[in-house]
């Protein structure tokens, strides 16, 4: 048998449930997979092996019980978290110096729903700074690598998250999507990645970014575990104004090799200048396949799509102006000890703390949103959001779903993308995906410089459903999820 590290969510579920293995069995492969190669990948900020090894005892216990009830999927199953949502008494940095010593007194709604599944939290994962970033260089730390060529990024802002999957140190992972931070990375490392519709998925206990995108999702190995730990994370709750009151279906109803009549459009824009060719070839490859699978699938045009990313970088950066005011010395994270007097403490706790990357972007949010520049950038972003809803309300009232690459490239080198420019630009397929506030999926569809591709799937709000039976469908006749790294230098 494959180490038990290897293994998918569903696999696991029939070995514990048959009592062929246990928690802790899986457990140990998982932390003996990370001794071995995490000093090379650095997917993890912090590592909570005591933490977890508890955590497998009781699920034990939970699976042995006769009472149990239902038992969820994900019981006696190592994952990890993406490290802006906070764990009680774990540290939860968001890779930024300014929380390096940042223990929360609560667990923030995910962690909380994972432990009432009785999965197993290995650690915390690296980030972008405050997920500002495409890489994972933006950590405030160190960067984490691509597990199928380590001179590259995993992507980012959830790179850790991405990596530690594709790397097998654990059986999934939670990452966080602002404009591309699950699917990017999932593109990267050849996982799967699940954006959520806007309040699909509490926010409650993840640290702010720009809080009218940010929406958290999960990264796994193949659909049907995407679909069982989205149905164990969705669903309102009042702890999260911003929460839809909207019923969970069961996801793993729509996993059916089916794509029979469903209409799937592909908008141009997203095939046009910056597209590598060599992920144009593969990515033309999975649309052929979707029709052979019985899609219908026709070409479309979303007009607004270039005003995105500007409007993206006006709006995130407004909000994280605003959200990271919070980050003061005062109530908690790091502290000047260098300044006489308050306002001095502030400024210097906020130099010290931030990185490069976020101080641009508080500085480009504060001038959006400043006094006679307001109404020039920041409301006519806000109008560009609504012409870009539209443009996919109007593509949705013909198509089930539309379909793109992931990213425009394949994972890059690090350091090659040190103009903030075309840093951003990575993320132009995703970034009018959070501006609708749609779900959107990212899976595996082959391979062009020896790097995994991504095909991005985008569906109608809530119809978190439809994306995952396409996907599933896509998935069931091809072999890319299967494909593993060698975690080596190409
Ligand atoms: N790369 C984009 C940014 O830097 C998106 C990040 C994200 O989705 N958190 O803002």
């Not at 490290?83 to 995910?110: E, Q, R, W």
């Not at 702010?208 to 575990?225: C, E």
Request: hydrophobic share 40%; charged share 20%.
């Amino acid at each position: 048998m494959a180490n038990l590290n290897q293994l998918t969510v569903h696999a696991l579920q029939d070995l514990l449930r048959s009592g062929q293995v246990s928690p802790g069995e899986i457990l140990t492969d998982c932390l003996s997979r990370i001794e071995q190669v995490e000093n090379k990948v650095k997917a993890f900020i912090t590592l909570t092996p005591e933490l977890a090894k508890l955590q497998a005892e009781q699920a034990q216990a939970f699976l042995a019980a006769p009472s149990a009830g239902p038992q969820s999927p994900l019981a006696g199953i190592p994952m990890a978290l993406k490290d802006n949502m906070c764990t009680k008494g774990v540290l939860t940095s968001c890779a930024s110096k300014i929380l390096h010593n940042f223990i929360p007194p609560y667990d923030g709604t995910m962690a909380e729903k994972l432990q009432q599944n009785h999965a197993i939290m290995v650690g915390k994962l690296n980030m972008d700074e405050f997920a500002m970033g495409s890489s994972t260089e933006n950590s405030g730390f160190y960067p984490t690598a691509n597990p199928w060529d380590l001179n590259r990024v995993p992507g980012g802002s959830s790179g850790g998250s991405a990596a530690a999957v594709a790397a097998e140190e654990v059986i999934f992972a939670l990452g966080s999507d602002t404009g591309g931070s699950i699917r990017l990375p999932a593109a990267f490392c050849g996982v799967v990645g699940l954006k959520p519709t806007y309040g699909r998925v509490s926010r409650y206990g993840l640290v702010s970014y720009a809080s009218s995108l940010d929406q958290i999702g999960p990264l796994t190995r193949d659909v049907t575990d995407c679909a069982l730990v989205l149905n164990a994370i969705a669903g309102h709750d009042p702890r999260d104004a911003t929460s839809a009151p909207v019923a969970v279906p069961d996801y793993t109803t729509f996993l059916k090799p089916d794509l029979k009549g469903m209409k799937v459009g592909i908008p141009r824009e997203y095939l046009g200048a910056g597209l590598d060719p060599a992920v144009a070839t593969v990515i033309q490859k999975a649309f052929r396949q979707l029709e052979e699978l019985g899609a219908i699938c026709e070409e479309t045009s979303l007009p607004h799509t270039e005003y995105a990313l500007p409007a993206y970088y006006l709006i995130a950066t407004a909000e994280a102006s605003s959200n990271l005011a919070r980050y003061d010395g005062v109530r908690y994270g790091h502290r000047s000890d260098t300044a006489d007097d308050i306002i001095t403490m502030f400024n210097q706790t906020r130099a010290e703390g931030f990185g490069q990357e976020v101080k641009r972007r508080i500085m480009l949010g504060t001038y959006a949103l400043s006094s006679g520049y307001y109404d020039a950038y920041y409301l006519k972003a806000l109008k560009v959001r609504t012409l870009i809803k539209q443009d996919f309300d109007r593509a949705f009232e013909q198509y089930d779903l539309l379909v793109s690459p992931t990213a425009p490239n394949v994972a890059f080198k690090f350091g090659e993308k040190e103009d903030p420019l075309a840093m951003y630009l990575t993320d132009v397929c995703t970034i009018p995906v959070n501006l609708a506030g749609l779900p959107g999926i990212s899976i595996p569809c082959g391979f062009a410089q020896g790097m995994p591709v991504g095909l991005q799937m985008i569906g109608r709000p809530f119809a978190e459903g439809t994306l995952l039976q396409a996907a599933y469908a896509y998935e069931q006749s091809t072999d890319w999820h299967r494909q593993k790294p060698e975690l080596g230098v190409r």
